[in-house]
């Protein structure tokens, strides 16, 4: 008898088997990759983007002025920090869904920046993000600011948002 | 001819053994597979580790340490402080790991004894932002002549779930020094954190 006829059973097993090692292996980099936000959903015709049952956009995203230290006397941040406050409108029946979500700014190197960076904001007063959940239950529509901190030579193309449980899905929402 | 072929048999089947003990002698174990990735630097230069720079601008040390409270810190050994600049390269970060670790492999955490403004896992740190103060470690006397800064940003690196980049950056210090810091009884105030750009 052959080499091939006494290992056929032997080579018979040996796809299945690869094909089990390769596809349980595809479930841990699949399960890795879907973690991570990386798939932009698109704006609509109005400009709105829509992620966990609610629609949001970029109003604005420009310095932060009126920011005051607890004195009451205007707060400056340290030499070549400039702090930049977007504004996002929501429209969203049940803000629970977007609660959990993390805003970010992203600049121009590709570099992101979280929000209400606490060593840069020390001092001040009122510059606290809200994040995604609305503070007026009475109203679907709300808007809510994020506070960054970025060097002065940084410029902020984009805001994103990314809401736990939709990944690899998020918001890039690019400075108009 | 059947005799030689048993006694093949039995040599093949043995040297595939010894074959297979030899690989797994050699072969990683679990603790090589998950061992801190350590990188090493030298004071005054920058020790990239993941996302995150770290340089050692200055070592001095104390007997004492005054807390921002005021309340007055003593130590058996010594307390060991390091002036450090952090940086996040790429996205907002911070240091969740941060200790001194000696020769012996023995690794000192950052003091827990009151709350430092340097900390694992405080402050954020944001890109392009250079964030530069004091942070205190309380180390045996003997100890403090051959310590190594370990930092990194993953936390789990003092849990045992290592597989992470941590700095090594070897922090001079000499006796004699050691020895003027044990005898110095005026309390060190640590300079806080501070952008500098």
New interface residues.
């Given amino acids: 008898m052959s080499w091939f006829g006494r290992n056929r059973w032997g080579l018979i097993a040996l796809g299945p088997a690869l094909a089990l090692v390769v596809a349980v292996s595809a479930q841990g980099v699949q399960g890795t990759l879907s973690a991570r936000p990386r798939q932009a959903v698109p704006a609509d015709g109005d400009g709105w983007y829509h992620l966990a049952e609610a629609r949001l956009r970029l109003s604005t995203l420009e310095h932060a002025t009126g920011l005051v230290t607890a004195a009451g006397r205007p707060f400056t941040p340290?030499?070549?920090?400039v702090i930049w406050r977007a504004v996002i409108d929501f429209d969203a029946a049940n803000d629970a869904l977007i609660g959990d979500c993390q805003v970010?700014v992203e600049?121009d190197l590709?570099?992101?920046?979280?929000t209400d960076?606490?060593?840069?904001l020390a001092g001040s007063v009122g510059g606290t993000s809200r994040g995604c959940l609305r503070v007026d239950d009475s109203t679907t529509r709300y808007s809510n600011a994020e506070f960054?901190?970025?060097?002065e030579?940084?410029q902020p193309i984009a805001v994103r948002v990314v809401v736990d449980g939709y990944q690899p899905l998020y918001v890039r929402m690019p400075r108009r | 001819m059947t005799r030689l072929k048993l006694i093949g048999g039995i040599a093949a089947v043995l040297v595939t053994l010894l074959v297979g003990q030899a690989l797994l002698r050699t072969a990683p174990s679990a603790d090589d597979d998950s061992a801190t990735f350590l990188v090493g630097g030298r004071s005054f230069r920058p020790v990239v580790v993941g996302g995150l720079a770290v340089t050692v601008l200055g070592i001095r040390g104390a007997s004492l340490v005054r807390r921002p409270d005021g309340q007055i810190l003593d130590t058996g050994g010594v307390w060991v402080i390091v002036d450090v600049e952090l940086t996040a390269?790429?996205?907002?970060t911070a240091v969740r790991y941060l200790a001194l670790a000696d020769r012996d492999g023995n690794t000192y955490r950052v003091s827990q004894r009151w709350h430092q403004a340097i900390t694992e896992g405080?402050?954020?740190l944001?890109?392009?932002?250079p964030?530069d103060g004091e942070v205190a470690f309380e180390v045996p006397r003997d100890a403090a002549t051959q310590l190594s800064l370990r930092a990194g940003e993953h936390w789990s690196v003092a849990v045992g779930l290592r597989s992470r980049a941590v700095t090594d950056i070897a922090l001079p210090v000499e006796r004699s020094e050691v020895d003027r810091w044990v005898a110095d009884r005026d309390p060190a105030v640590l300079v806080p954190?501070?952008?500098v750009?």
Wanted: no cysteine; glycine share 6%.
């Fill in positions: 340290a030499t070549h920090v970010s600049d590709g570099r992101t920046y979280d960076p606490d060593l840069e960054f901190a970025l060097p030579s940084a | 390269t790429q996205q907002t405080v402050p954020d944001q890109p392009g932002l964030v954190p501070a952008v750009l």
